[in-house]
């Protein structure tokens, strides 16, 4: 049984993630965690899935402290006063979906090792029924966005600039807004108001979602504009000139400022070669796909910074959860100096391709196998997630989607892209044959 996906426990409300699956995470964790603190976004089954949580955390003698509505980072922020932490949340995913992700109290997710624990427990159904004096208390405490403002506040300067803030209608709307105008900053907002059904836009912050926040950044002579998902984990970014910011740009430039000289930073697989172009002096280490993957990797060597191209943005020296928040108030901080476009215009540019290939979910395991043989002549293989072939001037990176029945390709190049997407194309087709 594998409940845990690169980034918690996901699915449909009411179908994948049950109540009594929730019950079953909750008295799980509660068979190995003293105390816990529980927080949601704004998801219409939230509250559903928390109460069921509470109840399989509290029968096993878990002591719960509630913090109601908030981001992850700011649960993950209050977990640091507590055994374990629970978000309810599917972040970026579509409103149907919920999900329960666990942190330690150093602001990391539950490891793959700590997933595996509480997957045997359910597995095999090893909960644990304490006397009916000895069930766990639940408390709230109503202080932990407070507690997350001050602490980013101590960590970033003062700014009067315009910015633009789109919460898409998630959790972010419990914390930025006032963030950014105590930093001084003229704030405008939309989609701010908490409602769990997304009404304004999908929840992920991509270019293709923030067609709304790149014409009014423009339009009101913003200096900058920022987006959060549905629990605002991640945080992405669009200029003065109301030009959408990639995530392999702004990944280099956290990670341009945040390291210096013979630095260590963790990315994904997937994750553009501007970043190892532009940061020459650093050791970039690549990782599976999935926050927890690459914070995993930031604590095991110590490094300085990391991120996924998708948003996610860690900053070990305050915690090793993905902090939206925390990432637009020092983005707020980079370019009160410099405009945001005049940081992207001086990055590398580099084409890319992507697409997918639809394939048998029985066989993937196999199928990866055999294109592994097939792209090996190519370059220098690594298999860490998918197939990724190096070569000179640029790469390609062949992955099995976790969740569809498709393969993904995605190919860069400083020259002849096409050729190379559709050379690594043909022999994906000839292994699906």
């Given at each position: 049984m594998k409940l845990f996906g690169s980034s918690g426990i996901r699915g449909v409300a009411n179908k994948d993630i049950t109540v009594d699956l929730a019950l079953k995470v909750g008295m799980a964790l509660g068979k190995i965690k003293k105390t816990a603190v529980i927080g949601r976004d704004p998801r219409i089954a939230g509250q559903m899935i928390e109460h069921a949580v509470i109840a399989g955390l509290v029968s096993s003698g878990c002591n719960v402290v509630r913090v109601g509505l908030v981001t992850t980072p700011t649960l993950a922020y209050a977990t640091r006063d507590y055994d374990c932490g629970v978000m309810i949340t599917a972040s970026h995913n579509p409103a149907q979906d919920i999900g329960i992700k666990l942190w330690n109290p150093d602001g990391m997710a539950f490891d793959s090792r700590q997933q595996e624990n509480i997957e045997s427990i359910i597995r095999d159904g090893d909960f644990v029924h304490v006397k009916w004096n000895e069930v766990g208390t639940i408390t709230s405490y109503y202080n932990a966005v407070r507690d997350h403002m001050d602490m980013i506040l101590s960590n970033v300067g003062n700014s009067s600039m315009r910015v633009v803030l789109d919460c898409g209608c998630g959790a972010g709307g419990t914390i930025t807004p006032f963030l950014l105008r105590e930093m001084g900053c003229e704030v405008i907002t939309l989609n701010s108001q908490l409602d769990g059904h997304f009404p304004a836009r999908n929840s992920e912050?991509?270019?293709?979602?923030?067609?709304?926040?790149?014409?009014?950044?423009?339009?009101?002579?913003?200096?900058?504009?920022?987006?959060?998902?549905?629990?605002?984990?991640?945080?992405?970014?669009?200029?003065?000139?109301?030009?959408?910011?990639?995530?392999?740009?702004?990944?280099?430039?956290?990670?341009?400022?945040?390291?210096?000289?013979?630095?260590?930073?963790?990315?994904?697989?997937?994750?553009?070669?501007?970043?190892?172009?532009?940061?020459?002096?650093?050791?970039?280490?690549?990782?599976?796909?999935?926050?927890?993957?690459?914070?995993?990797?930031?604590?095991?060597?110590?490094?300085?910074?990391?991120?996924?191209?998708?948003?996610?943005?860690?900053?070990?020296?305050?915690?090793?959860?993905?902090?939206?928040?925390?990432?637009?108030?020092?983005?707020?901080?980079?370019?009160?100096?410099?405009?945001?476009?005049?940081?992207?215009?001086?990055?590398?540019?580099?084409?890319?391709?992507?697409?997918?290939?639809?394939?048998?979910?029985?066989?993937?395991?196999?199928?990866?196998?055999?294109?592994?043989q097939k792209l090996e002549p190519m370059g220098n293989v690594s298999n860490i997630d998918g197939i990724r072939v190096e070569m000179d001037g640029g790469w390609v990176l062949v992955r099995a989607s976790g969740t569809e029945p498709k393969i993904r390709i995605t190919a860069q190049a400083k020259e002849n892209l096409e050729e190379l997407y559709e050379t690594t194309e043909c022999l994906v087709k000839e292994c699906l044959r």
């Open positions: 912050p991509n270019e293709k979602n923030l067609w709304m926040l790149m014409k009014v950044v423009k339009e009101l002579d913003a200096r900058l504009g920022i987006a959060h998902d549905g629990d605002a984990d991640r945080m992405m970014a669009v200029d003065e000139k109301g030009n959408f910011v990639s995530g392999d740009e702004l990944l280099t430039i956290f990670a341009s400022f945040e390291c210096k000289g013979r630095s260590k930073i963790a990315v994904p697989v997937d994750t553009s070669m501007i970043v190892d172009d532009a940061l020459p002096d650093a050791e970039i280490t690549r990782t599976r796909v999935g926050d927890v993957y690459v914070a995993e990797e930031i604590k095991r060597q110590g490094a300085n910074f990391g991120g996924e191209p998708s948003g996610s943005w860690i900053f070990p020296k305050l915690s090793y959860c993905p902090d939206g928040i925390y990432a637009a108030a020092r983005l707020v901080d980079i370019v009160k100096k410099t405009p945001l476009s005049k940081l992207t215009g001086s990055l590398p540019q580099y084409p890319t391709l992507r697409g997918t290939l639809e394939c048998d979910d029985s066989s993937k395991q196999k199928l990866m196998e055999a294109i592994k």
